[in-house]
Each structure stands twice: as structure tokens, then as C-alpha cells.
């Protein structure tokens, strides 16, 4: 145990100290830090309350209007689906990226990069107009062969699979480095224990690998879902009826620009708020004897047992 933290038990232990009557040192860097940040939160309340062209009542008169709820399903619908597409293609992709086949771990890291690479608003716009490169999408023999099927890419490219498309394919490639990186965390003498018992592969990786990685694979992948969401917000450029689109088409009608984009504002902070907080409680879940602040606690509870 440090010098300092045994005479701090051994005061705390002395009968003769009256812990009850000790005064905390003021700081005055930190008293002139919480002073000016309360300055600048009164500012700000002050502002939002005072400013007469916020149009508060328009936001609450908007805020519940069903246009508006409609555009909020959509984005959450646009939000999960592109999250569990994303996921599952990651998935394959990071297996991909460590497998030892080396065309399918070139194939791998050649994805990744192209689609982290080109800006997802890009391939939003590039799927919405795949008709113009592809015009028809057929089934048959390749090379010049018999076609058994086809179908007109303009029925197929709707702004709702186009969005679809575009957000899942580009959620892939960093879903897999955030997979590839909570596999890459579980020490590889497990697995190698784990085979040596008479385990697959795969029940080494459902059983032994996956479950100690979700402790490094959890946080990033709130972060990218919640990123996703205001990800979501790009979808109104190819008239898909988002919740930034459908505030959109309420503020050309009616030129309340201000406060319709504060209704998008305030229910994009409530929903980020409420993943977070899930965000959370799942982190702690899996984490669980890993939690630094916890261990820490534990440790000086048995320093001071064993120093009283």
C-alpha cells in the first residue's frame, strides 16, 4: 500500500481525529470554473426563453402533429433496420478480415474501405439513381447467356430501399472494425483451450469469444447506433419521409423555418437521450467485475481491513 493512503487509514482509524469536523479545501480554480459555467447557463436559458423568434408556441403546436410522429417512426425504422443489417453483414466482414483465406480477407478489407471511405450522403444519392447505370436487374446465365428473370431497377430503387441500401451498407464496414476489434480483445490461448475440448469453431466463437467481447463491442456500437439515427436525418434528400423531411414539408408551407427545425431538435435530443441511457445499462450489464470505479472501491475496502 502507498505511503500516503496508509496514513490516511491510520488517521481515519485514530479515535483521537474527529473525521466529523473535516472541511474540504476549497479550490478556487474550480469555484471560478463552476461560476463561469453558470454564467453561461443562464445566458443560454435566458436566450431560449427571451427570444420571441423561437416561436415556442408553434413548437408546441407542432410537436405532437402526426406528420411529425410519422417522419419519427420512420427514422427509428430506417434507424433499426440499417443497425441489425449493418451488424449482421459486419459480422461476416470482420470474420472475413481474420480468416487466413487470403482472397475472402482481401475481399473484406477491400469493403471496408471503400465503403468507409465515400460519404454516406454520396451513396445515398448513388442508390437513389442506380436506374440510370443499371436499368434492369436480371437472373441467367452471364456473359451474353438466357435470361430467366428481370426486373426494372426504377421498381425495385424506391427513396425507401435506396435509404435501406445506403445505411446499411455503410453501417457494415464500421460495425466489422468494431467487431474485429472486440474479437481481437479475448486472449487467442482461449480459443485455443476451447478447441483443444472439443469445441467447433463456431461454438468457440458463440460461447467462449462472443460474450467476452461485447465488453469492447458494446460501447462503439451505441455510439454508431446513435449515430445512426441523426444519420437518418440524410435520407430527406432523396424525398424520403424522415423526421427532418417531414418538418421540412410543414416549414415550406407555412415559413416557420426556427421553430419547426427546433421540433426536430428536441425530439432527436430525446430519443439520443433515452439510447443512452439503455446504452448504459447494457454497458454495465457486460461489464460486470470489469468495472473500474467498482474494483477500485473493492480494493480500498480491503486495504482497510487489513490495515485495521
Excluded: C
Excluded at 488517521?11 to 479550490?27: C, E, L, Q, T
Excluded at 468457440?204 to 461485447?214: D, G, N, S, W
Amino acid at each position: 500500500m502507498p505511503r500516503k493512503e496508509v496514513m490516511t487509514t491510520a488517521v481515519a482509524h485514530d479515535p483521537a481525529v474527529d473525521v466529523s469536523r473535516a472541511k474540504p479545501r476549497v479550490r478556487p480554480g474550480r469555484v471560478v470554473i463552476s461560476l463561469v459555467l453558470l454564467v453561461i447557463a443562464a445566458q443560454v436559458a435566458a436566450f431560449l426563453l427571451t427570444n420571441e423568434r423561437l416561436e415556442w408556441d408553434v413548437v408546441a403546436e407542432y410537436f405532437f402533429a402526426p406528420p411529425v410522429l410519422q417522419g419519427l417512426m420512420m427514422s427509428l425504422f430506417l434507424t433499426l433496420v440499417g443497425m441489425v443489417i449493418g451488424s449482421v453483414l459486419g459480422t461476416v466482414l470482420a470474420a472475413g478480415y481474420l480468416a487466413e483465406f487470403a482472397p475472402l480477407r482481401w475481399a473484406s478489407q477491400l469493403y471496408i474501405g471503400i465503403f468507409r471511405g465515400i460519404p454516406p450522403l454520396v451513396q445515398l444519392i448513388f442508390w437513389f439513381n442506380l436506374a440510370y447505370l443499371i436499368p434492369r436487374i436480371t437472373v441467367g446465365v452471364p456473359f451474353g447467356g438466357p435470361e430467366l428473370a428481370s426486373w426494372p431497377v426504377n421498381d425495385l430503387i424506391t427513396p425507401l430501399s435506396a435509404a435501406v441500401i445506403g445505411l446499411s451498407l455503410h453501417e457494415a464496414a464500421y460495425m466489422a472494425e468494431i467487431m474485429r476489434s472486440g474479437i481481437l480483445s479475448v486472449d487467442s490461448g482461449q480459443r485455443d483451450a476451447a478447441r483443444a475440448q472439443g469445441f467447433s469453431r463456431s461454438q468457440v466463437f458463440l460461447k467462449i469469444v462472443l460474450p467476452q467481447a461485447m465488453r469492447v463491442i458494446i460501447p462503439p456500437t451505441g455510439s454508431q447506433f446513435i449515430g445512426l439515427l441523426k444519420g437518418t436525418s440524410l435520407v430527406s434528400v432523396i424525398a424520403m419521409g424522415d423526421l427532418l423531411h417531414s418538418v421540412q414539408v410543414i416549414y415550406n408551407r407555412t415559413y416557420e423555418i426556427v421553430p419547426m427545425l427546433l421540433v426536430a431538435v428536441l425530439w432527436y435530443l430525446i430519443v439520443v437521450t433515452l439510447l443512452t441511457a439503455l446504452q448504459r445499462r447494457v454497458e454495465r450489464h457486460y461489464s460486470r467485475g470489469h468495472d473500474p470505479v467498482k474494483l477500485k472501491a473493492r480494493r480500498r475496502v480491503t486495504e482497510r481491513e487489513a490495515a485495521g
